[in-house]
């Protein structure tokens, strides 16, 4: 590649697919995602939650991205939700791990999850 002197150019970054990034504090963006799915959460686990806070959230590139979300649900009680948004932004619960704790690692899970485990 050669640039001339003071010519515009573009730098594109890019992300490597299929791997799944470390767990950081949840932002803004990742609790609108989580507030996006409470229903289909409290569909799922039969109960309802006053509290629902996204705390630490890793993500997955693939054809969209997973997001993979620990939720403080109150009384030191925490979720562990796989959730994936397609290209067209869509997005859908694909499973939720209950009995986590604040130590627990935010790490990919099948949307099956550990037997037993998921629903």
Do not use: W
Not at 17 to 41: F, H, N, P, S, W
Not at 86 to 111: H, I
């Amino acid at each position: 590649l050669t640039l001339t002197k003071g010519a515009p150019f573009l730098l594109f970054i890019m992300m490597r697919c299929g791997g799944t990034k470390a767990a950081e504090d949840a932002t803004a963006e990742a609790q609108e995602i989580v507030d996006g799915v409470k229903g289909d959460v409290e569909a799922k686990t039969g109960r309802t939650f006053s509290t629902f806070k996204a705390v630490k959230v890793a993500t997955q590139v693939v054809a969209g991205v997973n997001y993979f979300v620990s939720v403080d649900v109150g009384s030191g009680e925490y979720l562990h939700l796989r959730i994936y948004k397609d290209l067209s932004q869509t997005v859908t619960l694909n499973a939720v791990l209950e009995g986590k704790s604040a130590e627990d690692d935010v790490v990919y899970f099948q949307a099956g999850g550990p037997a037993g485990s998921s629903k």
